[in-house]
């Protein structure tokens, strides 16, 4: 399966950015992680089926959502802090991982795709 990230770039602190997966084949569930310089990959939302997952620091200011019909994940983040400057990626698998937001539990990862946020 391959994964392909679009729709990274640069932006000011307090604006937004809409990420882009695409998938080559239809999988349960896929997530997106990230990774600043310096520091380890970090969750930042999945899904499997219907159900959305999120790490702490993006709740309510990303949301995550797919298109199955399409292979595709989608994450909207408004509210943008310099401190989500970082590669993000895409993550998917077959079957449900038993943590969603645990990025041992996805094989299939993308290139990425840069976030940059200047305050």
């Known amino acids: 399966v391959q994964v392909v990230e679009s729709g990274g770039g640069s932006v000011q602190a307090g604006g937004s950015l809409r990420l882009s997966c695409t998938a080559s084949k239809a999988t349960a569930s896929m997530a997106w992680f990230r990774q600043a310089p310096g520091k380890e990959r970090e969750p930042v939302a999945a899904m499997r089926d219907r159900r959305e997952s999120y790490a702490d620091s993006v709740k309510g200011r990303f949301t995550v959502s797919r298109d199955t019909a399409k292979f595709a994940l989608y994450l909207q983040m408004s509210s943008l802090k310099p401190e989500d400057t970082a590669m993000y990626y895409c993550?998917?698998?077959?079957?449900?991982?038993?943590?969603?937001?645990?990025?041992?539990?996805?094989?299939?990862w993308g290139q990425g795709t840069l976030v940059n946020v200047s305050s």
């Open positions: 993550a998917a698998r077959a079957g449900y991982p038993r943590d969603p937001l645990s990025p041992d539990d996805y094989l299939y």
